[in-house]
């Protein structure tokens, strides 16, 4: 994959925004509703605390590699990597579809007492990510490297990085939402059963 870099962040700004926009809305639902869970799926707050615990890496790896980069924005094209665009494409939803895959232990949250602080929590890591976004439009995206949370062995380029992490965040946000479809389906007929 080819692309030049301001498209590339601006297509990623348009999806934090997107997400970002999506989980403000969930600030107005009640604590029952935001820790719902049916059957073996995360809770609104667990989505939410999973994308906490990556961007707690992600945010200060990314941050790092941009302040000790010395390749400024020379080329304006990125380039992906082997991995890093296949990564990227393990994460991206796509046509609604979410591939299943199992969290790493440190970064699950289930059956963790969660509160809304969850969600102000995301939605600062949302805005810092956006600042980055920002900051790297002077970066080169292929040149500069950065870790994942997986291993320190594997390095990947920061524009691939930024896709992958990106994807991730789309990717648990709708999972979210199908959560909360899943809480009005099971609000209703909690009515409905006391109406009869």
């Not at 999973?50 to 941009?66: P, S």
């Not at 524009?159 to 479809?181: C, K, M, P, S, W």
């Amino acid at each position: 994959m080819q692309i030049d870099n301001n498209v590339l962040v601006n297509d990623l700004l348009r999806r934090i925004e997107n997400c970002t926009n999506k989980v403000k809305q969930f600030e107005s639902l009640s604590l029952e509703q935001l820790r719902f869970k049916a059957e073996s799926q995360w809770s609104i707050l667990e989505c939410l605390e999973h994308l906490n615990l990556y961007g707690d890496f992600y945010l200060v790896e990314i941050e790092k590699q941009i302040l000790a980069s010395p390749y400024k924005a020379g080329s304006t094209k990125f380039k992906s990597g082997l991995i890093g665009n296949y990564f990227a494409n393990l994460m991206e939803v796509k046509d609604g579809k979410i591939k299943k895959m199992k969290s790493p232990k440190d970064k699950n949250p289930s059956n963790t007492t969660l509160t809304t602080t969850t969600i102000s929590r995301f939605l600062k890591q949302q805005e810092r990510l956006v600042d980055l976004l920002n900051k790297c439009r002077a970066i080169d995206l292929t040149k500069t490297k950065t870790s994942i949370s997986l291993t320190s062995f594997i390095k990947l380029r920061l524009g691939d990085t930024l896709r992958f992490y990106t994807y991730h965040i789309e990717r648990h946000v709708l999972q979210a939402e199908r959560v909360l479809n899943n809480v009005s389906v099971f609000e209703h007929e909690k009515v409905k059963a006391m109406n009869v």
